[in-house]
């Protein structure tokens, strides 16, 4: 089925260690998007890409790296974990098109707890 | 940087009865999109209605209607008959250009009681 595919769904690490997570989407969409969901609040953005190579921060990117190697991935790096990066983590991809300029679309979540 | 805010932590309402949720904005573009997502328990982000600032007509989707006034920076959105599979987490979203970065408010809980 066509959409955003997110690995792994659920994480723990503990405090210092390192992890990726992988977001891929198989709908030739340009933008890719991360953003981390903390309980009771809103979605906030991590980083972003408006197309394979490119890489810009959002919101909250201290503490994350991400790299856009090929277009359909969008990888999420946790360099040395800590308890504050514990959340859900969205992948979620769009498209601007005449026809179609609103599609956004999600991933199912990854739930990371840091220990 | 645009803010969008949600005052209401938590809402609650009767089954066919109807609740609506408010949400502001800021912003100084003149042409942006406005957006509401549904989260139940699953955790899966589900557009239930979006909003082109440029179009005057208040968007419609079923049960689902929207409240725009762009003066006021204000976009509610009203459930009518409300089912029991409509409790869920509400977000109210906002992006200046098509496809462009989201950025969403803190979320409304709603919870339809039988």
């Known amino acids: 089925n066509a959409g955003v595919t997110q690995t792994p769904k659920f994480r723990v690490l503990k405090t210092g260690q390192s992890m990726t997570l992988l977001c891929a989407q198989d709908?030739?969409?340009?933008?890719m998007y991360w953003y981390r969901q903390d309980p009771g609040m809103g979605l906030r953005l991590i980083h972003y890409?408006?197309?394979?190579?490119?890489?810009a921060k959002g919101e909250v990117p201290d503490g994350y790296n991400v790299s856009r190697l090929k277009k359909q991935n969008f990888l999420l790096g946790l360099e040395s974990a800590a308890p504050s990066q514990t959340s859900v983590y969205f992948c979620?991809?769009?498209?601007?098109?005449?026809?179609?300029?609103?599609?956004?679309?999600f991933g199912s979540g990854t739930r990371l707890t840091v220990v | 940087a645009q803010t969008v805010t949600q005052s209401q932590p938590e809402m609650s309402v009767q089954e066919a009865e109807t609740v609506t949720l408010s949400c502001t904005y800021d912003?100084?573009?003149?042409?942006?999109?406005l957006f509401w997502y549904k989260q139940p328990p699953s955790r899966q982000m589900i557009l239930v209605i979006r909003?082109?600032?440029?179009?005057?007509q208040n968007a419609t989707e079923n049960r689902f209607s929207v409240n725009f006034q762009k003066a006021a920076k204000s976009f509610s959105l009203k459930i009518s008959d409300s089912q029991l599979g409509d409790t869920a987490m509400y977000f109210c979203?906002?992006?200046?250009?098509?496809?462009?970065?989201?950025?969403f408010g803190g979320g409304t809980r709603v919870l339809v009681k039988p």
């Open positions: 979620a991809s769009s498209h601007w098109t005449p026809g179609n300029p609103y599609g956004y679309t």
């Open positions: 709908m030739n969409h340009e933008y």
């Open positions: 890409s408006v197309g394979e190579g490119t890489t």
């Open positions: 912003t100084s573009e003149n042409n942006y999109y």
């Open positions: 909003q082109e600032a440029y179009k005057q």
């Open positions: 979203a906002f992006s200046k250009a098509a496809g462009n970065k989201l950025t």
